[in-house]
């Protein structure tokens, strides 16, 4: 794997520049925005169509679980590849690796698109799908803790945050790409031509989406902050380790800052989708649509929160988000309702603006809690660990909290989400950039 890195480093290097911050902005913002797209329409596709394909059984309900049992798959995943790719991202440099995680996840959305189903391959077909879940969950493991790196360690002084951002735009965007798509398919095909074979094309699509990416990071050098480090003492050998004895309470800490984004953003999508196109019985396009017009909030509150952070301090801002989501949470049960789509629309594009506000300033406060030789590492780790906690088992078990005691327990598991969050927030105040 280290000759892999090193080969793609020497393939990737380019004369000692500047990055324009156009390019920084560009790369940080379509990289994530390809990964996340990957991540979201494998989402899409198991709250709709996985269940019956890939785990048949004779409730849906347990179908459904199913298929959401191995969208949690990629996020035990993440924390391996944030390790893996933080290594080298630490030791080697971040533009490199940045590509890595690109063509990784982009390799296995892709392979998706040519799997069996249940019907013609029996349990090797589930077998396949999750591990190719694993290898999108391993690369994106990777992917956002490089994005923020390389927009923070490039960003003036008192930008931080506003430069942070970018690659936090890369998950509304993903979703819009990927929902947007989701939802011209599903008015133009019939629900039999989805099922079988409808579903794969968002995932051919990712192809040249990754193309893209790759057209953008190629043309980095590397950020100031890393080549500084280097120059200044030798990279740590093993950078996981120097985190751990040295830096274990920022990590615990910033883990516990990261649970509040996933569980909001997981219940307000893959949950939400499938809760009301199958338990409200709205439907798959109904609540398509009204996703895509919510997440636009989700942007303006990622734009709002960065502007606010470096007005006062990413970690003012996220624990201020943290406060909001208990609102969500209350919110949830007397607006998530049968008979009034409207109802919903609005609950959606409250609960993912809030989200703009514990996502927005991670991308600068996170890597804010660790000196640049293990910073790659750090945040990454971070990140996705949380995600586990926040986001794994998310919509698993919001669905089964709902088929047993309504969407109030759901309600309760948000707010419990977000008081962890707050507690990480509280107990450690972000360092100064290294």
């Known amino acids: 794997m280290a000759k892999f890195f090193e080969g793609v480093m020497a393939n990737t290097d380019q004369p000692t520049a500047t990055n324009s911050n156009r390019r920084v902005l560009a790369a940080s913002l379509v990289g994530t925005a390809v990964e996340f797209y990957d991540f979201y329409i494998y989402a ?71 799997l069996p189903t249940y019907a013609t391959a029996g349990w090797l077909a589930p077998a396949l799908l999750c591990l190719l879940r694993f290898g999108q969950g391993f690369g994106l493991g990777g992917e956002w803790g490089g994005a923020a790196l390389l927009a923070v360690e490039n960003a003036p002084p008192g930008w931080r945050a506003r430069f942070g951002m970018f690659p936090q735009l890369g998950a509304p965007v993903g979703f819009i790409a990927a929902n947007g798509l989701f939802l011209i398919l599903g008015l133009v095909l019939t629900p039999d031509q989805f099922q079988d074979w409808g579903w794969r094309l968002p995932f051919l699509g990712s192809a040249a989406l ?60 893959a949950f939400a989708l499938g809760y009301g196109a199958k338990d409200l019985g709205y439907g798959r396009t109904a609540m398509l649509s009204a996703q895509l017009i919510a997440i636009l909030f989700m942007a303006a509150g990622i734009v709002v929160a960065g502007y606010w952070a470096d007005a006062a301090s990413p970690r003012r801002v996220l624990m201020a988000g943290c406060a909001m989501t208990v609102g969500v949470g209350i919110l949830l049960p007397l607006m998530m309702v049968a008979g009034s789509l ?92 290294a």
């Open 44 to 114: 899409t596709a198991a709250s709709l169509v996985f269940g019956q394909l890939f785990f048949p059984s004779k409730s849906a309900s347990l179908q459904q679980l199913a298929a959401f049992a191995s969208l949690g798959v990629a996020f035990l995943a993440r924390p391996l590849g944030a390790v893996a790719f933080g290594h080298f991202g630490d030791r080697v440099g971040r533009k490199s690796t940045l590509v890595a995680s690109l063509l990784l996840m982009g390799g296995s959305t892709l392979a998706i698109a040519f």
């Open 210 to 269: 990754v193309g893209v990416g790759l057209w953008v990071r190629l043309k980095l050098t590397e950020t100031p902050d890393f080549a500084a480090a280097i120059a200044h003492e030798a990279p740590p050998a093993v950078p996981l380790g120097e985190l751990l004895r040295d830096h274990w309470k920022a990590t615990l800490c910033g883990t516990l800052a990261a649970v509040c984004c996933f569980a909001v953003y997981y219940l307000m999508t």
């Open 342 to 433: 409207p109802t919903i629309g609005a609950f959606l594009a409250i609960g993912l603006l809030v989200m703009g506000f514990v996502y927005g300033p991670l991308g600068a406060f996170l890597p804010d809690l660790f000196p640049a030789r293990v910073r790659y590492t750090g945040a990454s780790a971070a990140f996705n660990l949380g995600g586990i906690l926040g986001g794994g088992l998310a919509p698993t078990i919001a669905q089964a909290l709902a088929n047993r005691g309504g969407l109030v327990p759901v309600g309760v598991y948000l707010a419990v989400a977000a008081g962890l969050s707050f507690v990480g927030l509280l107990a450690l105040k972000p360092k100064a950039a």
